[in-house]
């Protein structure tokens, strides 16, 4: 079993799901957990029904990937590089938005990705990043009243 086969991530993915139910399980012990006749179940009853849900769940997964025979390679070099043309692009979108506010990070990423990752003209590429960020601007702000984070380009434009 070499650490690129596709068992072997398979396996890392169960451990860690099944780490992060314990966390949750570990944390709901710390609070109520059952259930009180006038008020109904208390604040850790549902995390820790699915923290133990989760760890039971990946048990289960852990075995019948045991049972499989190893599969051949976890991800090609072409495939990870069409991860990581998605996957970039967005973790600077998000890691821009604190500084910058959600608008503008977004109509980047959005034009960024219409343009290169769907091969459009910058026009089009244009025309669909405006549309939908304005979209979202009218949506949010405007008609459920829920202020996304703002930045100095929302400033710069009194919106």
């Not at 944390?27 to 009180?36: E, K, P």
């Not at 990937?65 to 051949?72: D, E, T, V």
């Not at 459009?120 to 949010?140: E, M, R």
């Amino acid at each position: 079993m070499s650490l690129t086969d596709r068992r072997t991530m398979e396996l890392a993915t169960v451990v860690a799901i099944a780490f992060f139910g314990g966390v949750i399980v570990a944390g709901s012990l710390q609070l109520d957990t059952g259930w009180a006749a006038e008020t109904g179940p208390q604040s850790g009853y549902l995390p820790l029904r699915l923290g133990i849900a989760l760890c039971a769940v990946s048990v289960l997964l852990f075995l019948g990937i045991l049972r499989q025979p190893g599969q051949a390679v976890f991800v090609t070099r072409e495939q990870f590089k069409l991860t990581l043309a998605v996957f970039l692009p967005t973790a600077v979108l998000v890691g821009s938005m604190s500084y910058l506010g959600c608008y503008a990070p977004s109509w980047v990423y959005l034009l960024y990705m219409v343009k290169v990752q769907g091969r459009n003209s910058w026009g089009k590429s244009l025309l669909l990043a405006s549309i939908i960020i304005i979209a979202f601007y009218l949506v949010f702000d405007l008609w459920f009243k829920v202020d996304l984070a703002k930045g100095p380009v929302e400033s710069f434009l009194g919106l």
